[in-house]
């Protein structure tokens, strides 16, 4: 398996971080989302599911931040799962546009999946 990309996210050049973002996945890889202070804590294969995903920094909330790793399957069931609930409010997935201001490499940034 090989190592997770890091990719710093830069919030003037979004565009850019979400197709490497996207192309990353579709290579079957794992990407590490880095705010721009952040370095890189390697994170060991053997610690990765099979399959693609995102590694993200957790806040340290708990005394020091650590990696959140979210397999690309899970994401993807979650984005579902919302379009879903937003078809049983009425409203077309497809037709409606979701705002969020958080950073990407925040957690709760990539809620828009």
């Known amino acids: 398996m090989t190592n997770p990309i890091s990719l710093k996210c830069d919030p003037s050049n979004r565009e850019a971080c979400s197709q490497k973002i996207e192309q990353t996945l579709k290579n079957g890889l794992w990407v590490e989302l880095l705010p721009t202070s ?10 990765l599911p099979k399959g693609p995903g995102i590694i993200i920094c957790s ?32 409203i077309t997935p497809g037709k409606c546009q979701i705002l969020n201001g958080l950073p990407i490499n925040h957690v709760s940034g990539l809620m828009p999946w």
Request: glycine fraction near 12%; charged fraction near 15%; hydrophobic fraction near 30%.
């Open 38 to 47: 952040e370095k890189k804590i390697f994170v060991q294969n053997n610690q």
């Open 59 to 90: 806040g340290g909330s708990t005394g020091g931040p650590s990696k959140c790793i979210h397999p690309y399957q899970n994401m993807n069931q979650s984005a579902l799962a919302t379009a879903e609930w937003l078809l049983k409010q009425g």
